[in-house]
């Protein structure tokens, strides 16, 4: 997943970009208003899995643990462990404006 926030520009053909300029139903209208990405990182945090976020700072790996309106809460421990307190290394609140790409692994 990448946040649009971290969207420089986007490269379409002619065709593509017809499509794009197509009328939405009402009903699409409202559910793209509604799935942005806090949406998706709760579903993420929901099924509590592993990810590693791609930020500023570095690269994170661990579980969401919460997702605010404008940050998530990270559990970082390795990769092939469970969430399990013993194996939690640190927490971590990551801004959405610091993740570039999200990859579940």
């Not at 699409?28 to 806090?38: A, H, M, N, S």
């Not at 421990?77 to 404006?97: D, N, Q, S």
Request: glycine share 6%.
């Amino acid at each position: 997943m990448i946040p649009l926030s971290a969207v420089a520009g986007v490269v379409l053909s002619a065709e593509q970009s017809l499509v794009s300029l197509a009328v939405e139903s009402e009903s699409t209208g409202k559910l793209i208003e509604r799935v942005g990405f806090p949406f998706v990182l709760r579903d993420l945090c929901r099924r509590r899995r592993f990810v590693e976020l791609d930020t500023r700072g570095g690269v994170l790996a661990g579980t969401i643990d919460r997702v605010a309106r404008d940050h998530l809460d990270l559990a970082v421990h390795p990769l092939g462990t469970l969430r399990r307190a013993p194996e939690i290394l640190h927490y971590r609140l990551v801004p959405f404006w610091q993740i570039h790409v999200i990859r579940l692994c």
